[in-house]
């Protein structure tokens, strides 16, 4: 199957420091790259869509200037939280699409990336 | 309105019995796709199966298949024989469009719980 990876898998940091979380396709192109953040017992919200090369797509209500997104190559995507705060502690997780790699155009889900801030 | 909707927080399923998850959905783009995602406590999304709007078919894959009643707009997710390892969070999503670049929305989720 295809494989997405996110570093760091957990990440502690002080309020007020900026955090940026790594999404890499390893074994594909990812034409495509979402974000999505899921608070405790809650379920996924997307946060932005990024095509490589391009600005990202942020969803209504997300911050573009505190939540940076940059897909600087076809493999990797980052999530930079700026000057973060202890509301922006939650579970982020990436997916990355590509076509022909499998017949449902699913997108391929990263382990996700836990932030804590304190 | 909401575009997907799983009414059930959480079930509980005695081990080896079959068990089914609501998911009613909400659109008017006649090109759609709806997943389902098991996530278990270690928080990696799963993909379990997939059904296409256009799909004449239930899907099924292993264990796990899909009761889609497109008139009513529902896509329940039927597992069978549940076991202990299929306790988790199932989340089921819905593409508007069949792209690749078509961003998934996501219901609330099921706990689900296998009691030995």
């Not at chain 1, 076809?74 to 499998?102: K, M, N, Q, W």
């Not at chain 2, 059930?8 to 389902?36: H, N, R």
């Not at chain 2, 993909?47 to 256009?54: A, C, D, K, M």
């Not at chain 2, 549940?82 to 999503?93: E, K, N, P």
Request: aromatic share 12%; proline share 3%.
């Amino acid at each position: 199957g295809a494989v997405v990876s996110q570093h760091p898998s957990w990440v502690i940091c002080k309020s007020g420091t900026s955090v940026k979380i790594e999404c890499r396709s390893l074994d594909f192109q990812a034409t495509t790259m979402f974000w999505y953040r899921q608070f405790p017992k809650q379920s996924l919200m997307l946060m932005a869509t990024s095509n490589e090369g391009s600005k990202a797509t942020y969803e209504q209500g997300v911050e573009k200037d505190k939540f940076l997104i940059n897909h600087a190559s076809l493999t990797l995507s980052t999530l930079t939280v700026t000057s973060a705060h202890p509301e922006d502690s939650s579970f982020y997780i990436c997916s990355a699409g590509t076509s022909g790699r499998s017949a449902y155009n699913e997108q391929f889900f990263g382990p996700g990336t836990r932030l804590t801030v304190l | 309105a909401q575009k997907i909707t799983q009414t059930q927080p959480g079930m509980f399923v005695q081990e080896k019995e079959a068990v089914t998850l609501d998911c009613t959905y909400d659109t008017s783009d006649p090109s759609y796709g709806l997943f389902w995602y098991k996530q278990p406590s270690s928080g990696e999304m799963i993909f379990l199966i997939y059904q296409g709007s256009y799909d004449q078919q239930n899907a099924t894959e292993g264990r796990y298949s899909l009761n889609f009643q497109k008139a009513r707009k529902s896509a329940n997710l039927v597992i069978s024989a549940s076991q202990l390892g299929d306790s988790a969070m199932y989340f089921c999503a819905m593409r508007e469009g069949l792209g690749i670049n078509e961003k998934l929305t996501f219901g609330t989720g099921t706990r689900l719980t296998i009691i030995p």
